[in-house]
């Protein structure tokens, strides 16, 4: 057993030269069941390629395990009803994203009109995205993302936001920070990166969410 400690050594030094924590060694990959317009499918890549970028430091990633059509109908939601409807169409233990055209906010909550406070601005009466809870489903929520006309870093950040939401982030105060509604969103904070992947973790211990092997980035 004198190996031991010389791979121990070899463990420690190569834990000390990563760039990442020890923590994020190993990536945790969840599947996400995507619902897009048919003509704008050869897009999701790059939204998903960017949006992956923020949750990298988090050692968490994002993956496609299934692609679904989204009629004309369901992309354009007058009201919340309308974000309710999509249940209907969603993928069992996947993280559901509905890709749509618009979502016409007439009543804005409190905590939109909170996060639109902070950076100065009011509630226009659409949103970027939505996060719609169903605790009674496995995962309990969904979301709802824009898919901005020529604007891929506009829908990728819209993504991450609301993929937050799904890994328990509220809105946060710093204009820079994802979580908030402000113009030039960076990134995640440490607190934020630690539950996202605890909370990964945790939809795939639950089963909640199916296991996918990784693949390169589609
Ligand atoms: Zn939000």
Do not use: C
């Not at 509630?123 to 969904?142: F, M, V």
């Amino acid at each position: 057993m004198r190996r031991l400690p010389i791979l121990v050594a070899a463990l420690a030094v190569s834990v000390a030269l990563s760039p990442f924590p020890v923590f994020a060694t190993r990536t945790v990959t969840l599947p996400l069941a995507v619902h897009v317009e048919d003509a704008r499918r050869g897009e999701v890549p790059e939204w998903l390629r960017r949006a992956n970028v923020y949750y990298a430091p988090a050692g968490v990633r994002f993956q496609v395990s299934h692609t679904r059509p989204l009629p004309a109908g369901a992309r354009h939601l007058a009201d919340n009803r309308a974000r309710h409807r999509l249940a209907r169409r969603l993928v069992r233990r996947a993280i559901n994203v509905f890709f749509v055209d618009a979502i016409v906010d007439r009543w804005p909550s409190r905590a939109t009109a909170r996060a639109a406070a902070r950076v100065g601005r009011r509630p226009s009466g659409r949103l970027g995205g939505a996060h719609i809870r169903k605790p009674d489903r496995r995962p309990k929520s969904y979301v709802i993302v824009l898919a901005y006309p020529e604007r891929p870093g506009a829908t990728a950040v819209g993504l991450a936001h609301e993929l937050g939401h799904v890994l328990g982030a509220p809105h946060h105060a710093d204009p820079d920070n994802v979580m908030s509604y402000g113009p030039a969103r960076r990134g995640f904070d440490a607190s934020q990166r630690r539950m996202f992947r605890r909370r990964a973790q945790r939809l795939l211990r639950a089963g909640d969410v199916r296991r996918v092997r990784r693949s390169p980035d589609r």
